[in-house]
């Protein structure tokens, strides 16, 4: 099975932003995967979160077509 995946980024990391982004896409049919985020060097708090999301790719005129 073919998977989609897509990655959001936010620079506004909060528990209400992340949570308002997963709710938004698992909404729109896309299964949360995971998070990574980029750090600052004199913060302990992350600069900014990219959100991991994959859907079953869906099929196109040239995936039905038999040719690769």
């Known amino acids: 099975m073919d998977v989609e995946?897509?990655?959001?980024?936010?620079?506004?990391?909060?528990?209400d932003e992340l949570t308002r982004l997963v709710n938004h896409w698992c909404g729109e049919g896309w299964r949360y995967e995971g998070a990574q985020f980029a750090m600052r060097e004199a913060s302990k708090r992350p600069a900014m979160?990219?959100?991991l999301f994959t859907r079953p790719a869906r099929a196109t005129n040239s995936d039905q077509s038999g040719v690769d």
Do not use: G, Q
């Open 5 to 15: 995946y897509k990655y959001v980024e936010t620079s506004l990391v909060t528990d």
């Open 49 to 51: 979160a990219f959100l």
